[in-house]
């Protein structure tokens, strides 16, 4: 009996458990559909009440048109004009030099002199022979028309006549080479002094003052100058733009811009001068060189520069911020903001593409307004505001980024090697 009345007494206690959750989701259940009921109540009129839409807070742009410059853009290297490698053609101690490390030189200055004691002491060899087979040759040839005389008048046997004359003209040959004995001894005295061949900077000296000197060493330079004005830069774009740059390049020379990255200094212009003659099958790229003036000397050699080449420009051209297309399913899109401050989703085609500016080729018209922030919370439809357009209008003044866009942009988008077209 015991027994079976506690067991009464659980099954009592979980009844009453299972009775009040059940009761508190009918509770809830009720509350629930109360509220539908009421978002669904009608007014006076019969229409469905519903809440008011949320206006999202935009940022926006006008699409704009322009002139756009058809441009290539890659990362080039720059290239000394020439290289000078300045050797010594002579051996000896080397006496003095007239430059400091990396100083700029001129075409003509003197850089080095080398002892040249030796090289006067055989030039003046070489003009004392010279002078005394001149001597010889004079008094040969005297004694040669004396006995050309005797020999007419069988004075003295022809054979006599002919020694005579073949002394002459042995002697006249041996002047002749004192002659270039003294030109070479002249030449080899002019090699102890050292001329800078190009106008360029000099570099680290490779040898100094009082180290005897190697004629034509090949494993020692004295010193490097490179030429820096004009100066080359050369970089490489996709093969698949050559068709269009020779096509361009017919028509004149173009036009490229050197910039240093990470600096605010204007680009350093130049024109293109050099296309290779192959592709290079490795990379798929064919390279170029263009030649600057380098005026300012910005441009050094072995630095990496951003390039731009300028193809063309395609005129009246329908232009958005860069960051206002975005990517779907169904392709590139933009917001349209409509004159009820509602956004409509608008399908385009893309054409040149950078960071900052993008192409529209079709599905925009120039003075349509499009949301440049804040793109992720909106849908076809959506209510939005323009962040800043009441603040700009009380002030009077037009600041709509737009404007800014337009006096921001007028480099104008480029055609990158990763080029983005719709």
């Given at each position: 009996?015991?027994?079976?009345?506690?067991?009464?007494?659980?099954?009592?206690?979980?009844?009453?458990?299972?009775?009040?959750?059940a009761?508190?989701?009918?509770?809830?259940?009720?509350?629930?559909?109360t509220?539908?009921?009421?978002?669904?109540?009608?007014?006076?009129?019969?229409?469905?009440?519903?809440?008011?839409?949320?206006?999202?807070?935009?940022?926006?742009?006008?699409?704009?048109?322009?002139?756009?410059?058809?441009?290539?853009?890659?990362?080039?290297?720059?290239?000394?004009?020439?290289?000078?490698?300045?050797?010594?053609?002579?051996?000896?101690?080397?006496?003095?030099?007239?430059?400091?490390?990396?100083?700029?030189?001129?075409?003509?200055?003197?850089?080095?002199?080398?002892d040249?004691?030796?090289?006067?002491?055989?030039?003046?060899?070489?003009?004392?022979a010279?002078?005394?087979?001149?001597?010889?040759?004079?008094?040969?040839?005297?004694?040669?028309?004396?006995?050309?005389?005797?020999?007419?008048?069988?004075?003295?046997?022809?054979?006599?006549?002919?020694?005579?004359?073949?002394?002459?003209?042995?002697?006249?040959?041996t002047?002749?080479?004192?002659?270039?004995?003294?030109?070479?001894?002249?030449?080899?005295?002019?090699?102890?002094?050292?001329?800078?061949?190009?106008?360029?900077?000099?570099?680290?000296?490779?040898?100094?003052?009082?180290?005897?000197?190697?004629?034509?060493?090949?494993?020692?330079?004295m010193?490097?100058?490179?030429?820096?004005?004009?100066?080359?830069?050369?970089?490489?774009?996709?093969?698949?733009?050559?068709?269009?740059i020779?096509?361009?390049?017919?028509?004149?020379?173009?036009?490229?811009?050197?910039?240093?990255?990470?600096?605010?200094?204007?680009?350093?212009?130049?024109?293109?001068?050099?296309?290779?003659?192959?592709?290079?099958?490795?990379?798929?790229?064919?390279?170029?060189?263009?030649?600057?003036?380098?005026?300012?000397?910005?441009?050094?050699?072995?630095?990496?520069?951003?390039?731009r080449?300028?193809?063309?420009?395609?005129?009246?051209?329908?232009?958005?911020?860069?960051?206002?297309?975005?990517?779907?399913?169904?392709g590139?899109?933009?917001?349209?903001?409509?004159?009820?401050?509602?956004?409509?989703?608008?399908?385009?085609?893309t054409?040149?593409?950078?960071?900052?500016?993008?192409?529209?080729?079709?599905?925009?018209?120039?003075?349509?307004?499009?949301?440049?922030?804040?793109?992720?919370?909106?849908?076809?439809?959506?209510?939005?505001?323009?962040?800043g357009?009441?603040?700009?209008?009380?002030?009077?003044?037009?600041?709509?980024?737009?404007?800014?866009?337009?006096?921001?942009?007028?480099?104008?988008?480029?055609?990158?090697?990763?080029?983005?077209?719709?």
């Amino acid at each position: 009996m015991e027994m079976r009345g506690a067991f009464v007494r659980k099954f009592n206690a979980i009844r009453n458990i299972s009775g009040a959750i059940a009761t508190i989701l009918i509770v809830a259940a009720l509350a629930t559909l109360t509220m539908l009921a009421q978002s669904c109540t009608k007014d006076a009129v019969g229409v469905n009440t519903k809440r008011p839409q949320a206006v999202i807070p935009v940022t926006a742009a006008m699409a704009v048109e322009k002139d756009v410059p058809v441009e290539l853009r890659a990362v080039g290297n720059v290239e000394a004009y020439s290289t000078v490698s300045v050797k010594s053609l002579i051996s000896g101690q080397l006496q003095e030099i007239h430059f400091k490390e990396g100083q700029d030189v001129k075409k003509g200055d003197l850089l080095f002199t080398i002892d040249p004691r030796t090289n006067e002491v055989a030039l003046k060899q070489a003009e004392a022979a010279y002078a005394r087979d001149l001597a010889q040759m004079e008094n040969a040839k005297k004694d040669a028309r004396r006995y050309e005389e005797l020999a007419k008048k069988e004075y003295v046997a022809v054979s006599q006549y002919d020694q005579y004359r073949t002394a002459a003209d042995a002697l006249e040959a041996t002047v002749k080479a004192d002659k270039a004995s003294i030109d070479n001894a002249k030449l080899q005295l002019s090699y102890c002094f050292i001329y800078s061949p190009v106008t360029g900077r000099t570099g680290s000296l490779l040898i100094h003052k009082g180290n005897l000197i190697k004629a034509s060493d090949d494993n020692k330079f004295m010193v490097v100058i490179n030429q820096v004005q004009p100066i080359y830069v050369n970089f490489a774009v996709p093969a698949q733009y050559l068709p269009d740059i020779k096509r361009y390049d017919s028509g004149g020379k173009l036009a490229i811009e050197a910039t240093q990255p990470q600096t605010n200094e204007a680009p350093e212009k130049g024109v293109l001068t050099f296309i290779d003659n192959a592709v290079d099958n490795t990379t798929g790229t064919i390279h170029i060189k263009g030649t600057f003036d380098n005026n300012s000397k910005s441009l050094w050699p072995g630095e990496f520069v951003n390039v731009r080449l300028t193809l063309t420009v395609k005129p009246h051209a329908v232009v958005v911020p860069s960051q206002t297309v975005m990517t779907g399913q169904s392709g590139q899109f933009v917001y349209v903001i409509k004159p009820d401050s509602t956004v409509d989703t608008r399908y385009v085609t893309t054409g040149i593409a950078t960071d900052r500016e993008t192409v529209i080729d079709s599905g925009l018209k120039t003075g349509e307004q499009v949301v440049t922030d804040g793109q992720l919370r909106l849908v076809s439809g959506s209510k939005v505001s323009i962040k800043g357009a009441e603040k700009g209008s009380e002030k009077g003044g037009d600041k709509s980024p737009e404007k800014g866009g337009e006096k921001g942009g007028d480099k104008g988008p480029a055609q990158d090697n990763g080029v983005k077209k719709g």
